[in-house]
Every structure is written in structure tokens, then in C-alpha cells.
């Protein structure tokens, strides 16, 4: 499950992607080993994404 700072980070890359960027998102996903978000992002799936758990990205 994600955390809290985790979901608001998704909330706000999901954001700028779509709506300003106009790049879709493929997949999200969790890693059960260490609690990382991951997003894979762009029109040829070239944007990554990994939200730790206290939100900040990498």
C-alpha cells in the first residue's frame, strides 16, 4: 500500500504528465521488496518515475 506522501507525489506527476505535458501514463506499479512507486510514462515509454516512500522522486 502506498503512503500518503507517495500518493500526493503521484497525484502531482500524474497531473503535470497528462494535463500539461499531454504524455500518457502505461503503467504504475509497486514494488512489494522495498515500497517503491513506479511509473512508466511518454509516448515511447521513455519517462520513469520511482516515488519512494516519503515522496520524493527519483
Do not use: K
Not at 35 to 46: K, R, T
Request: proline share 5%; glycine share 4%.
Amino acid at each position: 500500500m502506498p503512503t500518503v506522501a507517495q500518493l500526493e507525489s503521484l497525484y502531482r506527476i500524474s497531473y503535470q504528465l497528462t494535463f500539461m505535458m499531454l504524455q500518457p501514463i502505461h503503467l504504475v506499479c509497486i514494488d512489494r521488496r522495498t515500497c517503491n512507486v513506479y511509473v512508466l510514462a511518454g509516448y515511447d515509454e521513455a519517462l520513469e518515475f520511482e516515488i519512494i516512500p516519503n515522496g520524493e522522486v527519483l
